[in-house]
T-cell receptor, first 114, second 111 residues
Framework: EAEVAQSPRYKITEKSQAVAFWCDPI?????LYWYRQILGQGPELLVQ????????DSQLPKDRFSAERLKGVDSTLKIQPAELGDSAMYLC????????????FGPGTRLTVL | DAKTTQPPSMDCAEGRAANLPCNHS???????VYWYRQIHSQGPQYIIH???NNETNEMASLIITEDRKSSTLILPHATLRDTAVYYC????????????FGKGTMLLVSP
């Protein structure tokens, strides 16, 4: 069964450092999502791509976060500089199309900022 | 998207049916009801979704009331592996619609 891949699974960094997370969606899925999940809360959407284009980044803290999906396949989410409050699980999901299509989630990257 | 209300936690004995309620009294006609679950330290997993009719798949059944203001997710024979946080989400069925997660219901299945 096809899965969404994410790496690394765990990342520990010091504040003010740069971190990057990678996501490889299910093959053929046009839509890719990045979510952030703080402990005890539900996931919160950061950015949504349709192919290589950003269609929603309204909740992305653009002063320190950036996301790209250059060829419309895999994607990278970057934080620079990391802050203590960025400690969270970062989840990637993909769906075949936009709209009500089912989203399939990866295992996530657990980020700890010291 | 309409807001949903779920109990924060529920218990269920292994082998019994787990019935998880969700209230979505402000749901619109073009909004679907989705259920996802998240086992500890894993990504959310899709369970089922529906618009008006009841739905069943290999994982669960979804019962939506006639006025669509509430729904129930049924796990017919709960196992220990069903212990997870269950999220009920209402989502528009067109455009760049995404998922807005609440805090969900923590279901604990005990032996």
């Amino acid at each position: 069964e096809a899965e969404v891949a994410q790496s690394p699974r765990y990342k520990i960094t010091e504040k003010s450092q740069a971190v990057a997370f990678w996501c490889d969606p299910i093959s053929g899925h046009a839509t890719l999502y990045w979510y952030r999940q703080i402990l005890g809360q539900g996931p919160e959407l950061l950015v949504q791509f349709q192919d290589e284009s950003v269609v929603d980044d309204s909740q992305l803290p653009k002063d320190r976060f950036s996301a790209e999906r250059l060829k419309g396949v895999d994607s990278t989410l970057k934080i620079q500089p990391a802050e203590l409050g960025d400690s969270a699980m970062y989840l990637c999901a993909s769906s075949a199309n936009r709209g009500p299509d089912t989203q399939y989630f990866g295992p996530g990257t657990r980020l700890t900022v010291l | 998207d309409a807001k949903t209300t779920q109990p924060p936690s529920m218990d269920c004995a292994e082998g019994r049916a787990a019935n998880l309620p969700c209230n979505h009294s402000t749901i619109s006609g073009n909004e679907y009801v989705y259920w996802y679950r998240q086992i500890h330290s894993q990504g959310p997993q899709y369970i089922i979704h529906g618009l008006k009719n009841n739905e069943t798949n290999e994982m669960a059944s979804l019962i939506i009331t006639e006025d669509r203001k509430s729904s129930t997710l049924i796990l017919p024979h709960a196992t220990l592996r069903d212990t997870a946080v269950y999220y009920c989400i209402v989502r528009v069925g067109s455009g760049y619609s995404t998922l807005t997660f609440g805090k969900g219901t923590m279901l604990l299945v005990s032996p």
